[in-house]
C-alpha cells in the first residue's frame, strides 16, 4: 500500500476546508485530516492544531450567524437560563451533532460573538490538541 502523498501546504490547506466544513451542518470529519498531517509532518504539531482550531471556530462562527438570521421573541424560563449560564456550553461544541446546534443556539439567543468564538476555539483547541497529542503518544510508541 502506498501512502498519500501531499506537501505541506496542500495539507494545511486541505485540514482548514475540512476543520471549517465539519464545524458547520455540512457532515465532515478533520480528525483524520489531523492526524495524516501530524503523522507526515510531527513537526508540523501545533501549527495544525492552530489551523484546524481557527477552520472550527470559523466554521462555528458561521453556524452562529446562521442562528443569528433566526428571530429571537421568545421570553421563557428555560431561555432566561440559557442566557445566564450558557455561554460555558459553547465550551461543549465540538461534539457530534449537539455542537452544531450548540452554535446555532448561540447565535439564536443573541450570545455576545466576540465572547462565543473565544469559547468555541478554547473547546476546539482543547480537542485537537488531546487528539493530535494521543496520535502523537501512539507514534512514538510503534503502536500505529
Given at each position: ?16 476546508i475540512?476543520?471549517f466544513?465539519s ?7 478533520s480528525e483524520?485530516v489531523?492526524?495524516?498531517l501530524v503523522q ?6 501545533w ?6 482550531t ?6 462555528g462562527?458561521?453556524?452562529?450567524a446562521?442562528?443569528r ?8 424560563r428555560a ?9 460555558w ?36 483547541c482543547?480537542r485537537?490538541a ?6 502523537a503518544w ?7
Open positions: 500500500m502506498t501512502a498519500l502523498q501531499f506537501s505541506e501546504e496542500a495539507g494545511y490547506v486541505g485540514l482548514a475540512s476543520s466544513v464545524a458547520t451542518l455540512l457532515p465532515g470529519g483524520v489531523l492526524v495524516a507526515k509532518f510531527p513537526e508540523a504539531f501549527r495544525a492544531i492552530l489551523v484546524a481557527v477552520g472550527n471556530t470559523a466554521g462562527m458561521t453556524s452562529y446562521l442562528g438570521l433566526l428571530p429571537n421573541c421568545v421570553e421563557h431561555i432566561i437560563h440559557l442566557h445566564r449560564y450558557g455561554y456550553a459553547l465550551l461543549l461544541s465540538w461534539l457530534p451533532i449537539v455542537g452544531d446546534a450548540l452554535c446555532v443556539a448561540a447565535g439564536w439567543l443573541r450570545f455576545n460573538p466576540w465572547l462565543s468564538a473565544l469559547l468555541l476555539a478554547a473547546g476546539k482543547g485537537y488531546l487528539l493530535a497529542g494521543g496520535w501512539f507514534a512514538a510508541r510503534g503502536m500505529t
